[in-house]
T-cell receptor
Framework: GAVVSQHPSRVICKSGTSVKIECRSLDFQATTMFWYRQFPKQSLMLMATSNEGSKATYEQGVEKDKFLINHASLTLSTLTVTSAHPEDSSFYIC?????????????FGPGTRLTVL | AQSVAQPEDQVNVAEGNPLTVKCTYSVSGNPYLFWYVQYPNRGLQFLLKYITGDNLVKGSYGFEAEFNKSQTSFHLKKPSALVSDSALYFCAVRPANQAGTALIFGKGTTLSVSS
């Protein structure tokens, strides 16, 4: 149980276009979704936290108008990179949070590789 | 501020030898501690976690980690390394009293196991 999927797994786009990444919790309801980005050979950096039905909370330095996050249901969150530029090329990983056995746990998706030309 | 330190960028071991990947943390209150492994161009795979109880935690693929509260450490260990263990390893932490907050990750340690 506790599987998180991401779609697409890999996307290449032209500079100036927008890209949407979907994150789904397949067998549980994710009350919280987290979005991370990872540059090559670096750690995961939290971008934002979203709770179902409310606005996302962005980490310092992350542009909320550039990285649009929607968490419309307990099983789906989307990240839209608007007007993408080459410096947005990165590995984007989502995770779903849920209460398990009285504790809150995070389950990670497989990631989406974004390349902006 | 909460943080995780992985002091080694890379660890090199020979196949069959024991391995240790180091992790220290700084959180307010009790920690929840995690280890994940990442293969190239793949997502994170959960290895093990410490929540409470026995300080020695056993996880997937023969890995284990020991929680040491006095040294604020949670080093990952394996008695006999395999070439297939070569990957990027992340230690992560979350304060126990902050349910619903994101995990904080260390910078990662690349493990290279030679045959």
């Amino acid at each position: 149980g506790a599987v998180v999927s991401q779609h697409p797994s890999r996307v290449i786009c032209k500079s100036g276009t927008s890209v949407k990444i979907e994150c789904r919790s397949l067998d549980f309801q994710a009350t919280t979704m987290f979005w991370y980005r990872q540059f090559p050979k670096q750690s995961l950096m939290l971008m934002a936290t979203s709770n179902e039905g409310s606005k996302a909370t962005y980490e310092q330095g992350v542009e909320k108008d550039k990285f649009l996050i929607n968490h419309a249901s307990l099983t789906l969150s989307t990240l839209t990179v608007t007007s993408a530029h080459p410096e947005d090329s990165s590995f984007y990983i989502c995770s779903g949070g849920a209460a398990r056995g009285g504790r809150h746990e995070q389950f990670f998706g497989p990631g989406t590789r974004l390349t902006v030309l | 501020a909460q943080s995780v330190a992985q002091p080694e960028d890379q660890v090199n071991v020979a196949e069959g030898n024991p391995l240790t990947v180091k992790c220290t943390y700084s959180v307010s209150g009790n920690p929840y501690l995690f280890w994940y492994v990442q293969y190239p161009n793949r997502g994170l795979q959960f290895l093990l976690k410490y929540i409470t109880g026995d300080n020695l935690v056993k996880g997937s693929y023969g890995f284990e980690a020991e929680f040491n509260k006095s040294q604020t450490s949670f080093h990952l260990k394996k008695p006999s390394a395999l070439v297939s263990d070569s990957a990027l390893y992340f230690c992560a932490v979350r304060p126990a009293n902050q349910a619903g907050t994101a995990l904080i990750f260390g910078k990662g340690t690349t493990l290279s196991v030679s045959s």
